[in-house]
């Protein structure tokens, strides 16, 4: 069985990763002071800073477009490809999850699998490259999908951002009254629950933020009987300096482990705002079972 994987870009995958895996990337738009963009085809995070310094204008993002969607679909489907799993941007962020349920419905023959990542950035790119590499190994959608479901139940992660405005403005935070007018320096520390971004603490100023999400890291991960085949992720949003100091740090509290080091893409950069960080981790890919 010939199978297709399908994802948005806020999955962070390089180029070299889609085209080593055959992975189809679906841009996200984004508008900023009346200027159209795709994300990971005309913009990068930081040219998608400095437009909204130069403009003051404040961004906007929606789903892949339906037709670039079917149009791929489409095209995969007459080169022969029997079924397509689709990694979407987690539903509790975005409604791409259920325009991919709408496709499915409405064109059977692609025989699409859409799969909610519960996820974005490079947590969600891992679990498309998993998928591309269980379907060169043979392996059918369903026994795909119960395994990306095994992978998706071990990632954990922790977000700082510099402020809430962004996610205030474009709805994104789900419990954003309980932190709205923080004082001077305050950095809200986030996380994922239940596929939504959600505030659980806030800190006084990013260094004892970068310092308590340490911590609590390491507080999760020693309980985690798969500790020992973890990767870890340090992401950041136009803050370069901050970012390999996290790697440096993680390295040294994770001795031996991998950690991959990426950037928000500009569509999750539009909603986290500038110098926001993340350290994310889940099973190695290289280290779970891909294969029948």
Partial sequence: MKIAVITDSTCGLSSADQEKYQIQVIATPIEIAGQSFLDGVNIT???FF??????GGFPHTSQPRLGDVIATCKKLHENGYDAI???ALSSGISCWFNTLNSVKQEHPEFNLY?????MTVKMQGNLAIAAAKMAANDLAPAEIIERLDQLRAT???LFIV???NNLQKNGRLSNASAFIGSLLHIKPLLTFEDGKIVAFDKVRSMKRALAKVEE??????AKLPYKDKLC??????NDLKQAEKMQHDVKQLFPGQAVEFTEFTPSIATHLGEKSMGFAWMYDINKFDLER
Avoid: C
């Fill in 45 to 47: 995070t930081k040219q």
């Fill in 50 to 55: 400095e437009i909204q310094k130069e403009t």
């Fill in 85 to 87: 799993i689709a990694i």
């Fill in 114 to 118: 859409p799969y909610d990542s519960g």
């Fill in 155 to 157: 990632i954990d992660e």
């Fill in 162 to 164: 510099d402020d809430l």
């Fill in 216 to 221: 609590l890291a390491q507080e999760r991960i």
């Fill in 232 to 237: 870890f992720l340090v992401i950041h949003s």
